[in-house]
DNA sequence: CGCAGTATTGATTGATTTCAAGTCAAGTGG
DNA sequence: CCACTTGACTTGAAATCAATCAATACTGCG
């Protein structure tokens, strides 16, 4: 099975393995041997693109696969039973969706393309038998399942007692990471979402994200024009996310 | 190797093994026969119980081994550069410590008894050594990992945008969720923690935390004795811990 | 076809309002 | 002394209401 420009069958786009990817040292292929990393692409499912607005996966689903971002970018949705309807996640290239379901055993969320996005499908019961074989496989299966334990982690700490400002600078700063961890620029890239997304992420209305991100350009921590962000002055912003007066504090360590 | 009523040297509590232990069913040896039991049984480090307040982790400490609660609770605590100390979970009996840190390479916060309690030491590599061979404990250390990423999933979404009122709520059914996945009643149990660390769990002062607990109960929600628990109408706690008039919540799956 | 005309949607900004939760303070009980 | 409760009072962060603007898409018309 050599890399060929022609793929076989029901793959949308031909000639696309894991080892010819741009991802492969961010997804799971990573630290593959040859025949390993062969062995990984022949089990995953190429999706056609999708557009902008386009489900990936519905909520409820029951859980076979995984995902991960090709290219583009996804939001994952959560409907609850009163219909409301809350972003729970934000998924950048390389990283990996639906983890959070296993145990669920239906996907927890509506994974939907935030502009035109390429997605990988991975079974999941073929990757544990791959892994069962393959230590460095396993071992980046775990790895990648607690940085997004990690990454919920913060997430927690960002909002449990952060305001407004503090929450939109610690989002900026999280995506700057992430971006910065698949390989892009941490300083100068494009929010996928619109402002309502991040309203809705954050839990703020949307005039009150507009406003912060004006108030964040006019004191010149950032530079927005549309989607496409700058960060200038990134040690000023992260003081920003900083909690500065946090109502709810005291001491925990030495007391029940 | 039997189960003998006098323990291996280093046994703190001689005679305790998974195969007796009440929790294996909700901890990872779940679904392992009996031989598998034994070997995962071998790698296990049975810590001497802490007292309340005793720290079993420290943050930073070099990441090698998860635990996991076998009696009592434990709060996993947080502490940033500005000396800030957050609450980011609090751990119950079979409940499994530390996961999100492998990816770290070191702990993510301080692991603190609440109250007398005991815990299990589980090397992580070992385990995984053990993982590779049995596709039982791989399944149910997935579904372990999965479990905690969708309790996350929850908190955050808890956190996003409730109220205070709607906050405690949440929280007072998660504790008896997980209660109750863990053999108790979910009805009926013990707050292990205090009121502060409450608080700055939830982003509260203690101030606010009592006097949602005094308004819940005066509404026969709840009782409450001190630390001791009822919870009496489950169905409209559950109606209390809805959000009601969200902020920020416009319709998102079918536009970015 | 192309183009003016018209919704539609996303975003910004200002002015005004509100109530949720913090703060301060006093008191109870183990 | 510490953990918790309760009351009275205050505040300010963020929602709401409202107006405006730019960009894109859609329509029908000459």
Same mark, same amino acid.
Request: hydrophobic share 35%; charged share 25%.
């Given at each position: 099975?050599?890399?060929? #420009? ?5 793959? #949308?786009?031909?000639? $696309? %393995?894991?080892? $010819? ?6 997804? &799971?292929?990573? =630290?593959?041997?040859?025949? =390993? ?11 056609? #693109? ?17 995902? =991960?971002? @090709? ?17 729970? %996640? ?27 996005? $390429? ?17 460095? &496989? ?21 909002? $449990? ?28 890239? @494009? ?21 912060? &991100?004006? @108030? &964040? ?18 040690? =000023? ?20």
């Amino acid at each position: 099975m050599s890399v060929s #420009p022609i793929g076989g069958p029901c793959r #949308p786009s031909p000639g $696309t %393995h894991c080892r $010819t990817c741009s991802l492969s040292s961010l997804c &799971l292929p990573l =630290a593959l041997k040859a025949q =390993a990393m062969e062995d990984f692409d022949a089990i995953i499912k190429r999706r056609a #693109p999708l557009v902008r607005g386009e489900v990936l996966c519905r909520q409820g689903e029951p859980f076979a696969q995984i995902f =991960a971002v @090709r290219s583009g970018s996804f939001k994952q949705v959560v409907l609850d039973q009163d219909g409301e309807e809350q972003i729970s %996640h934000f998924h950048l290239p390389g990283e990996l969706m639906g983890l959070e379901s296993i145990e669920e055993g239906s996907h927890a969320g509506f994974i939907i393309a935030l502009e035109r996005s $390429t997605a990988c499908e991975i079974p999941f019961h073929q990757l544990d038998a791959l892994a069962e074989r393959m230590p460095e &496989l396993r071992n980046q299966l775990y790895r990648s399942m607690s940085r997004v334990m990690g990454d919920e982690h913060r997430l927690i700490r960002l909002l $449990t007692c952060k305001s407004a400002d503090e929450r939109m600078a610690s989002f900026l700063l999280d995506l700057a990471r992430r971006f910065e961890r698949y390989g892009y620029s941490p300083e100068r890239f @494009r929010l996928p979402m619109s402002r309502t997304d991040i309203g809705n992420y954050l839990g703020l209305a949307l005039e009150t994200v507009s406003r912060i &991100l004006g @108030r &964040l350009q006019q004191q010149s921590l950032i530079a927005l024009d549309g989607r496409e962000l700058r960060i200038l002055q990134p040690e =000023a912003l992260y003081q920003r996310s900083q909690t500065s007066h946090c109502r709810a504090r005291p001491a925990v360590i030495h007391q029940s």
